[in-house]
């Protein structure tokens, strides 16, 4: 929600700029006010919100645009630039061996966050294990260990009221692992003895990284956690969890600079798989509808893990099978929506009904082409009526969703052929799409 909202609003301020006129006071002010309301909207920090405003008014009123750049393009570089400010550097942990502890207050995604991020680094070939020093709440070593067990990650934790002796005999016993992750306990509030048995933990594990996890809803009172997190231990990062799921994200997304560190993840939905690396420069061109193609390759990379001829694909000569390996891919690189966030549509809006609608007919061409034979997935033009009424009764479908299907292949030929000659690139990708 914090994307959507805030996101709308930003982009509207852009098109005063973008679409209008002459660019004067009168224009940036305008646009100005716009932004500022966006930002306060969604809990981002009153005295952060007017020096971003200060800053971009002066220099979009004084600086010269640079050569071969106009005024409104200078503009929109410029609100670009002053929101990359406001939330600062962005640094994942590096994919090398190193100690992780996670701390936060209880309630916040902690334990699950822990779970997202060892399967990070899992899928990212690293063997990774954790460690459950939360011995204050009820349920949090059943939590993490089901979590780690469906993951196949190495977990240990024991039922004792001992957390200092927990992280020692743990990291005693997986030593030989790449990645080891501390799940600490959390409070409802910052209590003494939460951050006497942090230090505790901290002096023994000695981590690499101390990861602070916030939840997205907190607002305004993010500041002062992260403030009293980062004097007990030193926070090295920030993972702001269940950033899809508010509208005030954006006190999360502030409070990063009370703790002078940046942050590293971002948490955007409940599977776990939802955890996104944290790279400013795309979360703000994600804002103002400038996509994140960078994120969607490599998505697609991982996506597609099963080597794809993409010669014979773009000769005009995908099969239903080669098609069918696209919409399994498609499932891995997570929801349609997300998908669909990364790429610069611009102004286009597409409703959730429609995302609901697209993603169903996906899955119901994959139920279709269960029901087809090995030969008809590789050479479609044999399908004959017969085959196709054979096809419909096998899969539980119409005959219409199985010609369509048909036809829906025969476009995506037609689509990949067209994108042959020349070197394939995502800017004429984009402009073949009408982007």
Known sequence: MVLDKLGDSLQSAIKKIAGGGRVDKHAVDEMIKEI???????????????????????????????????????????????????????????????T??????????????????????????LKPAVICADTDRPGAYDQ???????????????????????VERGL????????????????????????????????????????????????????????????????????????????????????????????????????????EKFETNRFISKLLGMGDIETLIERAEEAFTEEIDVEKMMSGKLTLKDMYQQLEAMNKMGPLKQVMQMLPIGGMKISDNMYAETSGKMGGYKVIMDSMTDAEMTDPKIIDNPRIRRIARGSGTRIED?????????????????????????????KKLGM
């Not at 024991?158 to 002796?165: F, N």
């Open 144 to 166: 993490l260990k089901m979590l780690c067990d469906r993951l196949n990650i190495a977990f240990y934790g024991e039922r004792t009221d001992d957390p200092i002796g927990i």
């Open 402 to 430: 199985v010609r369509e299907l048909l036809k829906y292949h025969r476009m995506m030929q037609k689509a990949m052929k067209g994108l042959r000659g020349g070197r394939f690139n995502m800017q004429k990708m984009m």
């Open 172 to 275: 005693e016993k997986i030593s030989t692992y790449d990645v080891k992750i501390i799940d600490t306990a959390g409070r409802h509030s910052l209590e003494h003895d939460l951050i006497a048995q942090m230090e505790a933990i901290h002096a023994i594990a000695k981590p690499d990284q101390k990861l602070l996890v916030l939840d997205a809803a907190i607002g305004q009172q993010a500041m002062e956690q992260a403030r009293a997190f980062h004097d007990a231990i030193g926070v090295t990062g920030v993972i702001i969890t269940k950033l899809d799921g508010t509208a005030k994200g954006g006190g999360a997304l502030s409070a990063v600079s009370e703790t002078n560190a940046p942050i590293a993840f971002i948490g955007v939905g409940e599977g776990v798989e939802d955890l």
């Open 36 to 98: 500022q309301r966006a930002l306060l909207q969604s809990d981002v920090n009153v005295k952060q919100v007017m020096e971003l405003s200060k800053r971009i008014r002066e220099r979009a009123l004084d600086e010269k645009p640079p050569g071969g750049m106009g005024a409104r393009e200078h503009v929109i570089r410029i609100v670009y630039d002053e929101l990359l400010h406001l939330i600062g550097v962005s640094a994942p942990p590096m994919l090398v061996t190193q």
């Open 100 to 125: 992780i502890m996670m701390v936060g207050l209880q309630g916040g995604g902690k334990t699950t966050t822990t779970a997202k991020l060892a399967r990070y680094f899992q899928r990212k070939g």
